[in-house]
Antibody, heavy 117, light 111 residues
């Protein structure tokens, strides 16, 4: 059974860096891409980007200048860093596994990140 | 503004059938990319409901079905139950974005 468990700081000030990590338990880490998706309060889902076990990344152009994803294969972890956050980055951030044909088949529990001065 | 367009809300009485549409364009659904559907209950992470346009993962009741035609896809729910009250999202791949895109979500209310 695949499980994703995520954590990170929940309250940030404008211009700070958002940092989240997701741990993968069960299943293969190297056979998949791993994704970050966010959901602003009361709004829909927005794909941020994907990373594989080798560190190959695909970013949503909307975030490309501010996002850095990384992976630690020794721990089966992957991470999201989003620099220079603003109030518009306030959202629940989810990590997810990218299964075949681009489906998001396993999700983390979500982390609410609030950006406020 | 989401790349895939869904109605903001639909509703139906218990036992009825409802459908949720998802309209895309020639760079995503119309290009032949698969459509997937997710159910999000209040306060929880989305759950995969339909994949590859028409397929249900293990554990998803056959009351849920998906279809796709041209630049659009639909999710149908028959025999509505109170527990179906949730937000539903469609998702596909977009060649202009070179990544995944979601619909804006549809809130289903069971009357």
């Amino acid at each position: 059974q695949v499980q994703l468990q995520q954590w990170g700081a929940g309250l940030l000030k404008p211009s700070e860096t958002l940092s989240l990590t997701c741990a993968v338990y069960g299943g293969s880490f190297s056979d998949y891409y791993w994704s970050w998706i966010r959901q602003p309060p009361g709004k829909g889902l927005e794909w941020i980007g994907d990373i594989d076990h080798s560190g190959n990344t695909i970013y949503n152009p909307s975030f490309k200048t501010r996002v850095i994803m990384s992976v630690d294969t020794s721990k089966n972890h992957f991470s999201l860093n989003l620099i220079s956050v603003t109030a518009a980055d306030t959202a629940v951030y989810y990590c997810a596994r990218v299964g075949f044909s681009g489906i998001f088949d396993y999700w983390g529990q979500g982390t609410l990140v609030t950006v406020s001065s | 503004q989401s790349v895939l367009t869904q109605p903001p809300a639909v509703s139906g009485a218990p036992g009825q059938r409802v459908t949720i549409s998802c309209t895309g364009s020639s760079s995503n659904i119309g290009a032949g990319y698969d459509v997937n559907w997710y159910q999000q209950l209040p306060g929880t992470a989305p759950r995969l409901l339909i994949y590859g346009n028409t397929n249900r993962p293990s554990g998803v009741p056959d009351r849920f079905s998906g279809s796709k035609s041209g630049t659009s896809a639909s999710l149908a729910i028959t025999g509505l139950q109170a527990e179906d009250e949730a937000d539903y999202y469609c998702q596909s791949y977009d060649s202009r974005l070179s990544g995944s895109v979601f619909g804006g979500g549809t809130k289903l209310t069971v009357l």
